[in-house]
């Protein structure tokens, strides 16, 4: 079994509830009615289009729980780009077992290189300035430390993991407060030391700053609006464009001096890679 983990991820309940979900209380019902108990198959998993890999020790996990002695070689590293036509893993085992763990295999895989392609493509665009790739919180349900693992992957860097691990302060809150300047105040007599302040004026910046952020959103702001705001900030905390961020305007986003740009369709809206396994008898 390759070595594989992630900070509070349990993977082997993860592998455990997506198998259950499919297999309901009868199993597979086709591979049971219509392949050996004894049958084995040999199968290579490949990519049909260039993509930057990732969550192959995952799809391992899902055929070793139906098979525990299933001879499983991954071929590519996590995060490698690959071209159209490579061969990511082979294996060789039980053919019910392989038939049943595929799906939930190629399902994990497809969704997580998908993200960590589009990823890399950001990063690429970006290249050249000094700007950071961020992710965001626009997961699916269950599976945010699946989707910003693939981000970083990608070669992204994880912006929050929750609700818990900083302060953001945007409009609703401002409006409930009263000010930005009141609800940084009530972030940090909270005892919050992690502030992050969503501004879409330029006006903004200077009393957010003076009221203890240390984090400036710049959200949906133009070009000419981010380069002020850069230089209002002089450096004193990390500035993040974010907003409407699409691959052809990240890299001039980026040369506008912000410390980060965050883009939600990383995990929003990539496309799944097309990944494909295919089996012989052995």
């Known amino acids: 079994m390759t070595d594989f983990s992630l900070p509070d991820f349990d993977l082997d309940a993860f592998v455990r509830a997506t198998l259950a979900e499919d297999l309901g ?12 108990a004894d049958a084995r198959f040999g199968g290579v998993m490949d990519s049909r289009d260039a993509i930057t890999v990732a ?65 890399r493509q950001y990063v690429d665009a970006l290249a050249g300035t000094d700007a950071t790739l961020l992710d965001t919180r626009k997961t699916i349900p269950g599976l945010r430390v699946l989707e910003k693992y693939a981000t970083r992957t990608g070669g992204a860097q994880n912006h929050r993991m929750g ?20 609800a ?14 969503e501004v879409d004026r330029v006006e903004q910046v200077e009393p957010a700053l003076n009221a203890g952020a240390t984090h400036l959103l710049l959200d949906n702001m133009t070009l000419d609006q981010l380069r002020e705001s850069v230089r209002l900030v002089r450096g004193r905390v990390p500035t993040e464009a974010s907003g409407g961020v699409r691959l052809d305007t990240i890299g001039e986003i980026g040369a506008t001096g912000v410390t980060y740009v965050s883009v939600g369709r990383l995990t929003q809206s990539a496309p799944a890679a097309d990944i494909g396994l295919d089996f012989a008898l052995v």
């Open 163 to 182: 609700l818990w691990d900083a302060a953001m302060i945007k409009d609703n809150h401002v409006a409930v407060a009263g000010s930005v300047e009141e």
């Open 55 to 119: 969550g192959l020790p995952i799809a391992e996990a899902f055929f070793r729980a139906l098979d525990p002695a299933m001879d499983i070689e991954i071929l590519v590293g996590e995060g490698e780009q690959v071209a159209a036509g490579s061969d990511l893993m082979r294996l060789s085992g039980n053919a019910r077992a392989m038939l049943t763990a595929e799906r939930s295999a190629l399902n994990t895989v497809q969704h997580l290189s998908g993200i960590a392609t589009m990823t």
């Open 184 to 197: 940084v105040r009530r972030a940090v007599a909270a005892g919050i030391t992690s502030i992050i302040v």
């Open 25 to 36: 209380e009868r199993g597979d019902i086709t591979s049971l009615a219509t392949i050996p």
